[in-house]
């Protein structure tokens, strides 16, 4: 006669995999619910955990919610020749640029910054029309859920959407990134700096400071008194001068320093661009 298990006893592997679901979840909450239990007991990993989250939230999020707006686009006129507008395409080290016409509401295309390679070979740039380079501009209303904008991004090899309002101005834009990082976090990008720099200066003067820099190597840097009694790091900071989790793009003033977003996602702030505020 076999005796059975105390129920007191230690749980093999296979209880443990079985337990967090042992009853199908009725809503998204109890589902939520039943994966931070299975984390909690191991059997998922808070990578993953966060990963399926993530999905989850982008269902419910529409494109205005992460769009950049409209005041912080930067574009290029096609107007402009190359001489005007390549210091500001090395500058912002973005990949893809929205080329305008007499206004932003007047989109003619994208820019890639690889289709201007040709032009390092060029003896001049006179005869160059940027029209010749576009690509088209794939348009989508605010209202747009980004798991469906996700799905047209991976289906048309696009990257970027302008995002247009319910009166067909330009209100933002939006890229495949944007929507990649809602779901893992954040995607390095051409902005990150090496693993052991917590400041880089940049040949504008600007700086790019990442978020976790401790506040007492900041103001080692800048000569700055700022007090990290309530806060640790420089993102920490920057977060309370917003009074809220900043999406990037947004800007803040703080004591002298005008601070922009580079790269953040629904937990913290990772990288961002330092201007000194000339008095």
């Not at 419910?60 to 707006?69: E, G």
């Not at 944007?178 to 400041?199: K, P, S, T």
């Not at 103001?219 to 989790?245: C, I, K, P």
Request: aromatic share 6%.
């Amino acid at each position: 006669m076999s005796e059975d298990r105390p129920s007191s006893g230690p749980k093999t592997w296979l209880e443990k995999l079985v337990q967090p679901f042992a009853h199908e979840p009725r809503n998204r909450q109890e589902l939520l619910e039943l994966l931070r239990d299975a984390q909690r007991n191991e059997v998922l990993d808070l990578e993953a955990l966060t990963i399926i989250e993530g999905a989850m939230q982008v269902a419910d999020m529409q494109v205005r919610d992460i769009m950049i707006p409209r005041s912080q686009m930067i574009t290029i006129k096609a107007s402009q020749k190359p001489r005007e507008f390549l210091p500001s395409l090395i500058e912002e080290g973005h990949s893809r640029f929205p080329v305008i016409g007499e206004s932003i509401d007047d989109v003619l295309g994208i820019l890639l910054a690889k289709d201007l390679l040709p032009l390092l070979l060029a003896e001049g740039t006179e005869r160059f029309n940027i029209k010749d380079v576009l690509r088209p501009a794939t348009c989508v209303p605010e209202s747009k859920r980004l798991n469906v904008l996700l799905k047209e991004f991976r289906s048309t090899h696009n990257h970027m959407a302008i995002v247009i309002d319910e009166y067909g101005g330009v209100s933002g834009l939006i890229t495949i990134e944007d929507v990649l990082e809602q779901i893992v976090g954040d995607i390095e990008d051409e902005h990150d700096i090496d693993d052991e720099d917590y400041i880089k200066s940049l040949p504008s003067g600007d700086f790019l400071v990442k978020g976790l820099t401790p506040i007492e190597e900041f103001n080692e840097h800048f000569d700055t008194e700022f007090s990290d009694e309530e806060f640790d790091t420089f993102g920490g900071l920057v977060m309370n001068a917003f009074g809220h989790l900043p999406k990037r793009n947004e800007i803040v003033e703080l004591d002298g320093f005008r601070v922009r977003i580079l790269n953040s996602d629904s937990r913290r702030v990772h990288l961002l661009r330092v201007t000194l505020i000339q008095p």
